[in-house]
């Protein structure tokens, strides 16, 4: 003979069961930190000035011709070859590259036609590689480029004409 349990529900199942009957509508809980994500990341505070970092053998300074997306860009390196560059991963969200900007890329031995840029120079970097004469005189900074290494010109319409 089996000894007869009571019909009353476990002791845990009692206290969810009246803790239920008293809930209400919950609010969102307010903001008590300082910030969010960015202010995580932390500051960057570039005001001290960093070294010249001057190209050494298997590397090579070049202007950014296009940006192709993806982490890949076009350049226009300055011993005259067009090549195919890829952003590395210490660089990527954290520099951001435009046209016309001067790099220095690492060059890979077994692709000539494809580069790994190392350095994003700003531009007074820029010009004092320039005024070293580490880049060519007719190398025009903060100057947007195209293909062909023509600048390109804002179109422009005359409203009135038309």
Not at 27 to 32: G, L, R, S, V, Y
Not at 120 to 130: F, G
Request: glycine share 8%; hydrophobic share 25%; with cysteine.
């Amino acid at each position: 003979a089996r000894p007869q349990r009571s019909k009353s529900p476990p002791p845990h199942q009692e206290s969810c069961r009246r803790s239920a009957q008293r809930v209400q509508p919950s609010t969102m809980p307010k903001n008590k930190g300082k910030g969010g994500k960015n202010r995580r990341r932390g500051k960057n505070d570039n005001d001290s000035k960093r070294e010249l970092v001057y190209k050494e053998d298997g590397q090579e300074y070049a202007q950014v011709t296009k940006m192709l997306g993806n982490g890949r860009l076009e350049a226009y390196c300055f011993d005259g070859v067009s090549r195919l560059c890829h952003i590395r991963g210490k660089l990527r969200k954290r520099v951001w590259i435009q046209q016309g900007d001067i790099v220095l890329i690492g060059l890979r031995e077994f692709q000539d036609q494809k580069a790994d840029v190392i350095l994003k120079y700003d531009n007074e970097e820029a010009r004092s590689l320039k005024a070293y004469g580490e880049l060519p005189e007719n190398v025009q900074i903060n100057v947007d480029v195209g293909l062909d290494g023509d600048e390109l010109e804002d179109d422009t319409f005359d409203f009135e004409e038309i």
